[in-house]
Each structure stands twice: as C-alpha cells, then as structure tokens.
C-alpha cells in the first residue's frame, strides 16, 4: 500500500478524499520510525511520467469495473463488503465495482487482450509481476496512491521493476503471506510451558515438534503431531533458506544465479525427509491442504503449516466438531477460538538433526509473499480502476480484511490493530526472515523441480530399506544439485527473464 497525494482539483479528487476518510493518514512530512522507505523514492518517476498519462485524474463515469479477488476473500464474504462500500461510496458517479467472477489464477496475458480479463486483480507478488514483462499491468503513480507511507521498503520492493532505466511499481501491497504453526491446543501435554514464556515446549524447537509427533504416533498409529504436505514447496523451502540457499542471485533479480542447491542446503532437505518419518505417505502430496483444517479440529492432527489468511477456515471447522458434540453455535464459537493455537516458526537445529537431544538452535527462515493490487494495462478506466485500488488499500478497508480473513497487514498503522501471529510476520518481513518469492517471471519455472524434489524425499521413509535414496549428505546435495539443474533447463526451455 502506499500514500498518496490526492488526484488534483478534479471531480476525481473530491471521491479520492471521501474515500479516504477514516484512514488515518500519516503526515507525509514525518519519517517513519522503523526504517521504512518514503512514499515516493528519489529514483521514482514523478506524476506527470509519459507512462502515467492514462491517469489523468478524471473519473470514468458509468462503468463496471470488474475486481479479480481471492478464493479466500470471496469465500469468507470479504469480497463482498469491499464491493458494497466501494458501490456505495461511488453510485453517484454511476461506477459499480463487481466480481470477475475467473478463477483466482487467470491468465491475464491471454485474457487481457481477449478482453474479458479484469479491470482490478489481486494476487500473490509472484503472480502479478510476470505480467510486467509483456505490459500487462500498468506502472502505477506512487504520488497518487494513499496507502504507500505505511509500507516496509521489503514489501514494496517485491512490486518495483525497471523500464528505460527508471524505477516503477506495479503493485500495491495488502498483506504478507508467510507460514505459521496453527495447532489444537486441547492436545498439548500437561505443563506444556515449562518455562513461561507464552510458547508451549513442543513449538519451541523443530526437535521438540518431531520428537512429540513420533511419541504421538507411536502410542496410535491413527494419530499425528505435526503434518504437512512436504510436497508443497512453498511451505517446505525454507527450510533449506535456514541454512543458505535462495532462489536466484542479485537480490532475486538473476535467474541465472540459482540457489537452491547453495551452501548447507541439504541440512534442510534432510530436516524433509525426517519429518516424514513421523507422518503418513499424504505428506508426499497436497491432499493435507485442504483436509487438514478438519483433521486439526478433530484431533487427528496436533499442528500444521499454513498462512494466516484461512485462520478462520480453521475456527469454522473447529466449531463445527464441537456443535457436532452438543454444543450451541456460540458456545462452539468461543471454544473454537480458544482452541485454536497459532505460533511463530520453531527454531531449527544448526546440525540439521531434528533427533538431537541439546541442539544449538538458528531461526528459521521461510518462503513468503506480498499480496496486493494492480491495474490491468487492458482497462477501459483507469482513473476509476485507481480510485478503486486506493479505496481497497484505505486504511478502513484493510482494517475489515482483518477482520474477515485474520491477515497480516503492510500497513504499518494497522499491526497493532491485528493479532500477535500477524505481527510476528511483519517483524519477520522486515528483518528478512521472510524470503520473498522473486518477482521475475522465470520464477513459474521453479515449482516442478521443487515439488518433484520434495515428493522424493517426502517419500523415502516409505520405501523399503534397500531402495531408500536418501542416506548422507551427498545423496541430500545430489537432489538438491538436480533440481537446480531442472530449474536452470526449464527456464533455458521454457523461459523467464
């Protein structure tokens, strides 16, 4: 999100300050404490750049604008109150905002020019910045966009992109999407905080976690601690992030560089496969997304690795087991949110062996994103397209996206209003725990090899002893060495900039 200055003393100016009423601006002449980059770096094209001239500050009167948004945020109605308030704030401009009604993941470079892709859409950075290249969304004004002082430097750096040597951004940030340990606290041993600090014992550590997932499995085979789909690259990279790999090189910028495979990389990729050792043979594909939700609720499994935007996917299935158990709606409700427990990541051990009793511990690092907003270069109405995306990124609205889908906000001015665990993503955003998914398009290219990786080495504990692969550190590099070559094919192939 960024801050902006209004759109001039036009008729859009006059909608552009009524929607921004309530969002406790920051004074654009105060520097922020933390560190954050101004709203308008010195290297940024000014307003009145040739790039920017659709935006001209004069609303498009009597459109349909049509917003691309999340599964998540249609499913858990966000979407529609951000439709509503946008509506109503603007029918007296006859401008009404409405679903894509596409899927999530459209293709915006072949829908665009179809013309029938949106006007507005809102993905992962990953996602939005594969556009760029081919110019399918549009550099965007940062001194027209409100929201843009509240943003860490981490976050909008994962939307700017150069063109003829200038700097521009293409996105403004909402949320950051990092994992979380999101677990059913009715299952914690007892005095399962030793020593007080607000963190049950079994989640200080990975190898507190792995050894209370092998107990549990061994008293009911029926029964998990911790599960995870390990197939699931997103979740499961950064565990080679701890200890010194990355994606690409110069700052995720030179996919020439890769770096999965870089420094004591197999550490992690071992940490994979011991995890698996105490899980059953779903770890090796992504079922466990969209099962595990229940399965916390029932008791099946202890903990799992997800974001904080399906917390509430989480409470509705745990209150669901408990209505199923005789009590009321409210009562469910409430035990749900009792129940519930999120953390922050486990350290990890610098050995990587997730069986050591006394292991000096590192911070884990993990893969992340920003998701956020951009403006499709096929818009009829850009004007309208920006007033909607400041009116998204207002500090009101993002305030209800919280509420709605429990995610961590960019904006500064809203962490305090969000829970303990989104804050604990932000601080991991800023001190560069959170590794951001490259903003380049040859980034499309890295999930196969990754996931085909992951299923291998999520798969070993399962085969017989003498067909195992997996066994020492060179078996760990040599898959690791694979995948990069696979990567480093699939983007010469395929490919990506």
Not at 76 to 101: P, R, S, W
Not at 332 to 341: E, F, S, T, V
């Amino acid at each position: 999100m960024r801050k902006s200055k209004i759109l001039g003393l036009s008729l859009s100016s006059l909608v552009l300050v009524a929607s921004l009423v309530g969002c406790n601006p920051t004074n654009p002449s105060q520097s922020s404490s933390s560190g954050q980059s101004s709203s308008v770096d010195d290297d940024f094209p000014t307003a009145d750049d040739p790039l920017f001239s659709k935006f001209t500050g004069e609303l498009e009167q009597n459109v349909t604008l049509h917003v691309l948004e999340n599964d998540t945020a249609k499913s858990l109605g966000y979407l529609d109150e951000l439709l509503y308030a946008f509506n109503k704030e603007y029918a007296k401009y006859g401008i009404t905002a409405v679903d894509a009604n596409i899927d999530q993941y459209t293709d915006l470079a072949q829908d665009g020019p179809a013309g029938y892709g949106p006007d507005v859409l809102y993905q992962a950075n990953d996602m939005i910045m594969r556009y760029v290249q081919g110019h399918h969304v549009m550099p965007l004004p940062t001194e027209k966009i409100e929201a843009e002082k509240q943003i860490p430097a981490n976050a909008k750096k994962a939307y700017y992109s150069t063109y003829n040597d200038k700097k521009y951004t293409f996105g403004v940030p909402v949320n950051v999407q990092g994992p979380l340990i999101f677990y059913n606290k009715s299952l914690l041993p007892e005095n399962s905080d030793a020593n007080a600090d607000g963190v049950p014992d079994v989640l200080e550590s990975w190898n507190n976690l792995y050894a209370f997932s092998k107990e549990r499995e061994e008293e009911d085979p029926t029964y998990r601690g911790y599960m995870k789909a390990l197939y699931d690259a997103y979740f499961s990279t950064g565990f080679e992030f701890t200890y010194g790999a990355y994606i690409f090189g110069s700052d995720n910028t030179d996919s020439s560089d890769i770096g999965i495979n870089k420094g004591e990389a197999w550490k992690g990729a071992w940490e994979l496969r011991q995890l698996a050792s105490a899980m059953d043979k779903t770890c090796t594909d992504d079922s466990i997304n969209t099962t595990g939700y229940k399965k916390i609720a029932d008791g099946i499994y202890f903990a799992t690795m997800s974001t904080p935007d399906v917390t509430n996917n989480f409470i509705k299935e745990m209150q669901a087991n408990y209505e199923d158990q005789g009590h009321s709606a409210s009562e469910a409700l409430q035990m749900a949110k009792d129940n519930l427990g999120v953390a922050n990541l486990p350290a990890l051990p610098e050995s990587g062996d997730l069986s050591e009793a006394n292991p000096t511990l590192v911070t884990m690092k993990s893969m992340g994103g920003i998701n956020g907003y951009a403006i499709s270069s096929y818009t009829k109405y850009p004007n309208d397209s920006l007033a909607f995306l400041n009116f998204a990124t207002s500090y009101e609205q993002v305030k209800q996206r919280i509420d709605y889908l429990g995610i961590a906000p960019c904006r500064e001015d809203l962490t305090s209003a969000s829970s303990q665990s989104s804050q604990w993503l932000y601080e991991r955003l800023k001190s560069g725990d959170i590794y951001l998914m490259p903003s380049i398009s040859a980034v499309s290219q890295i999930w196969t090899p990754l996931e085909t990786l992951n299923k291998d080495l999520a798969g070993d504990p399962f085969r017989d002893e003498a067909d195992q692969k997996y066994k020492t550190q060179a078996d760990f590099q040599e898959g690791l060495d694979k995948a990069a070559q696979q990567i480093e094919d699939a983007i010469t192939t395929l490919g990506g900039d």
